[in-house]
């Protein structure tokens, strides 16, 4: 189980990039709006007419 | 029997009216003209998935609005809302006050996106605005205020205020200790379960502690960033001489990582880096919730701008008239006022007269007339005529200003009190340190060596987690449970208040009624050759550019179709005529309609019903009755609360005719009319003296200041954004039933957070007992704490599991019986 000595800290700079990125997710604004994303799967229609109120 | 809704808003359809839009080969019946473009847009534009996925209350404030949009045509007053950048994109912030469902927001995104040289739409749902950002030279902000105006819905541009900034900050930092929490949480958690093993099954010393080292390391973060503000409102609280969660939070944490750090260097003994993560993680979520629910509430700054016109016209030094923004208006300037202009100033008359409602002032329904050397407020609106005014406060001096000074106030004064689990877990915090110092120096006589563990194990074992989640995690569960129904819950003050022996103080115009003064009946005359609905369009197209507050009556019925020839003439305070294909016609009173009384016989006049009467030549063809009706299920809910114990009471700024005739339809005994707004708030002072809890329920900004003196307050979502600003839990839909539904989950909160609290002292004397004695192994102790925390989160759970919604379907009113 020697192999740990090199995982364990290796999942830790893992974790820490995530991290990272999740943080810079954050500052972007993607996590404002946790609600309409969930429903935009369930209602966007990719056969929709695009363009059909366009003006 | 039930009125039809309309398809598109879900308001009750007109008796007698009947038009209809046809959405995906089907025909639906809606109420008005605006409505059926709206659903005809939608279904053309591929978008019908909306009415699918809507949340059924939504409907209700769909009715498209009569704003108007040109005054953000002018470049000064457009300026102060778009920011062009350099490469030539503009970006403006919109605030959509009716943005509550998911569903809607989907909906304006699409219709926005899809319009030429838009580049995008972000939304944030809690804060209820959007920001859309488009190519200059290829879109203006009038078309896209229009384009979502269609769908039904008021934007408003917006100059982004500090506060909702800074709510979008804590937002973000919030969400930033939620995912340090939890990924490392996650690791901790999963170094503690090897060590775990490796009690059981044997592990290498080196392995062992690699694992004590990770888990240190990966505890660190969550201590140093995420429990921050524990840490913070913690010291705060010391230095205020004030006893709190945090306290009790702050000292659990790093008594067990002080100690798990020592174990880690000393290279032996338990270490409780998992459970340290655990917490901390299920605590962020519990405060996440919270701020969520309390960033529902309006951005006062912007409810309170939102209540004044962006532009006026102002008369020069010369004379010429100039459209000038708000924001740059002097007092002493003279402004030209006209009707269905908002006034942005407090000021006098100088020449003219008006017709000006005041009802967001002082609750009256009625229009009162001003002349020269009369007063008129910022706020208020003109319904008819025109004239020349002087400023003489403007911004924050204005009356609007100082009532935005009295909530702001009593805002604070509310904040003081602590809550009561607070206050118990403090107390519990001293008995539990009592404790342990007792055993250790009790375990130092007798074995020194057991003296730190079993102090370890009994600071660990004794964790507050379950005290500390019980009451936010019930909270939670009711805001959720809540919201369906409905309701959306701001500060949790509301469910500590609303239970037997309250008293509950409704508004009338606009809280139990509906605000708008709607056609209730259409009487033909005996010689009227017209058809209802003729009758109406004709009244519509009459009455189609005027502002008079009965002239909304007629909005539905208008038809591009039927239009006047010519401008009307208004007669004020008489009526309105005009000539349409041809023919004259007169509209208003009986006595300026006709001058004879021999047509038919006047229907009785029913108090609080204003009559119309549309006439031809000397010939009436018809009367209208026009009322503002009662709110659905407003009568059922009245004997729901007093079947529960509490009382209600109306106070309204109406006359008292009008009150009384709604206060004896409810069975109401004390209702108090023709109520100012420092009349209301004395009401309310003389109401707490009786009653333990007074709350109120109102929509205007008359309202506003009391709605911050009740010990809890509920705003309508309709009524205006200061209301709602104010208020701690915002009605949505049209039906005030929602209130029923509160009165349950109130009641079941209470009971939910009373076994929480009990389950927690009960299992904290028994765990630290059994953990004074020596009994308990560092694992038992970490299970203790964990399966504490998750009882008391499940038992929150059940506060929305059950589920309520045989109860309120806001068609028909369910009879009480069937509330059992």
């Known amino acids: ?55 | 029997m039930t009125q039809a809704r309309c398809f598109h808003c879900e308001t009750d359809i007109p008796e007698g009216f009947v038009i209809e839009a046809r959405v995906d080969e089907r025909s639906h019946a809606v109420c008005c003209y605006g409505c059926q473009a709206a659903a005809e847009f939608i279904a053309g534009a591929g978008l019908t998935q909306f009415y699918r996925h809507r949340e059924p209350m939504a409907g209700a404030i769909l009715r498209p609005p009569e704003a108007k949009f040109s005054m953000y045509e002018n470049e000064d007053v457009r300026q102060q809302y778009v920011t062009v950048d350099d490469s030539g994109i503009a970006e403006a912030t919109l605030y959509i006050g009716d943005l509550y469902c998911p569903a809607c927001i989907w909906l304006v995104d699409q219709v926005v996106s899809d319009l030429i040289g838009v580049h995008g739409v972000s939304a944030n749902p809690a804060s209820r605005r959007i920001i859309v950002s488009w190519a200059h030279d290829e879109q203006t902000l009038v078309d896209i205020l229009r384009a979502i105006a269609v769908v039904g819905f008021k934007p408003e541009p917006i100059i982004p205020g500090q506060a909702k900034a800074s709510e979008q900050a804590d937002y973000r930092s919030a969400i930033k200790r939620l995912l340090i929490a939890g990924v490392f949480g996650m690791q901790a958690m999963m170094f503690a379960i090897g060590l775990y093993a490796g009690d059981y099954y044997g592990i290498g010393a080196g392995q062992e502690q690699l694992l004590r080292v990770a888990s240190l390391l990966v505890s660190l973060p969550i201590l140093l960033y995420s429990a921050k503000p524990f840490f913070r409102a913690a010291l705060f609280s010391v230095r205020h001489h004030r006893l709190g969660m945090d306290i009790t939070v702050s000292l659990a944490l790093l008594i067990a990582f002080v100690a798990s750090a020592i174990n880690t260097a000393l290279g032996q003994g338990a270490v409780y880096f998992d459970s340290i993560a655990m917490f901390v993680f299920l605590l962020c979520v519990t405060r996440f919730l919270e701020m969520r629910a309390r960033h529902n509430a309006d951005d006062r700054a912007a409810a309170l701008a939102s209540m004044l016109p962006a532009a006026v016209t102002r008369l020069s030094q010369d004379g010429a008239p100039e459209l000038v923004a708000v924001a740059k208006l002097r007092s002493s300037d003279l402004l030209m006022l006209n009707s269905g202009d908002v006034i942005a100033v407090d000021g006098a008359i100088k020449q003219g007269c008006l017709v000006v409602d005041e009802s967001m002032l002082t609750g009256e329904s009625g229009a009162v007339v001003r002349d020269v050397g009369d007063g008129i407020f910022a706020g208020t609106r003109v319904l008819e005529g025109e004239a020349v005014i002087e400023a003489t406060t403007i911004g924050s001096g204005t009356q609007l200003g100082e009532i935005a000074r009295l909530i702001e106030k009593a805002q604070d004064d509310r904040l003081a009190a602590l809550s009561l689990s607070d206050r118990f877990a403090s107390a519990f915090v001293m008995i539990v340190l009592f404790v342990s110092l007792a055993a250790l120096v009790a375990w130092w006589q007798i074995d020194a060596e057991r003296a730190l563990p079993v102090l370890l194990s009994i600071l660990i074992v004794a964790c507050p987690c379950a005290l500390a989640l019980a009451m936010p995690t019930a909270l939670a569960s009711a805001a959720a449970m809540l919201s369906r129904h409905g309701l959306l819950l701001v500060r949790s003050r509301l469910l500590e208040h609303f239970r037997p022996g309250a008293t509950i103080v409704f508004d009338k115009t606009g809280t139990l009624t509906n605000g708008r003064p709607e056609l209730t009946s259409t009487q033909l005359s005996e010689s009227c050759e017209y058809s209802v609905r003729q009758c109406l369009e004709i009244a519509a197209a009459i009455e189609r550019d005027s502002e008079h507050v009965l002239a909304r009556a007629f909005a539905p019925f208008n038809c591009a179709s039927v239009a006047t020839d010519e401008s009307p003439v208004t007669h004020l305070g008489q009526g309105v005529s005009a000539s349409v294909d041809g023919v004259q016609y007169k509209l208003g009173k009986r006595e300026f309609v006709v001058s004879s009384d021999d047509d038919c016989a006047d229907l009785q006049s029913t108090q609080g019903k204003t009559q119309v009467f549309l006439s031809k030549g000397q010939k009436l063809l018809a009367q209208f009755s026009i009322s503002d009706s009662l709110r659905a299920d407003v009568e059922p809910l009245m004997n729901e609360l007093r079947r529960e114990g509490i009382r209600p009471v109306i106070a309204s700024g109406d006359n008292r005719l009008a009150v009384q005739s709604v206060a004896t339809k409810l069975g109401i005994d004390e209702w108090h009319h023709d109520q100012t707004p420092q009349d209301k708030l004395a009401l309310l002072k003389q109401l707490k003296q009786q009653s333990d809890v007074v709350l109120m329920v109102g929509d205007g900004i008359n309202d506003a200041p009391v709605l911050s003196v009740a010990d809890a307050s509920i705003a309508i979502a309709n009524g205006t954004p200061l209301a709602r600003s104010t208020a701690d839990g915002i009605l949505l839909g049209q039906s005030l039933l929602p209130l029923y539904v509160l009165s349950r989950v109130s009641g079941r909160t209470r009971r939910v957070i009373k076994q929480s609290l009990l389950w927690a002292v009960s299992y904290n004397v028994v765990a630290i007992s059994l953990a004074a004695f020596g009994w308990v192994t560092p694992w038992m102790a970490a299970i203790g704490m964990s399966t504490s925390s998750l009882i008391v989160v499940g038992n929150a759970l059940r506060i929305s599991g059950q589920s309520l919604s045989h109860v309120v379907t806001a068609d028909l009113p369910v009879p009480a019986e069937a509330y059992q």
């Open chain 1, 1 to 55: 189980m020697s192999i740990l000595y090199l995982l364990i800290p290796l999942g830790l700079i893992l974790v820490t990039v995530f991290v990272a990125a999740f943080f810079w997710a954050a500052r972007n604004g993607q996590f404002d709006d946790l609600e309409s994303p969930a429903m935009s799967i369930v209602l966007d229609d990719d056969t929709k007419p695009r363009g059909a109120s366009r003006r």
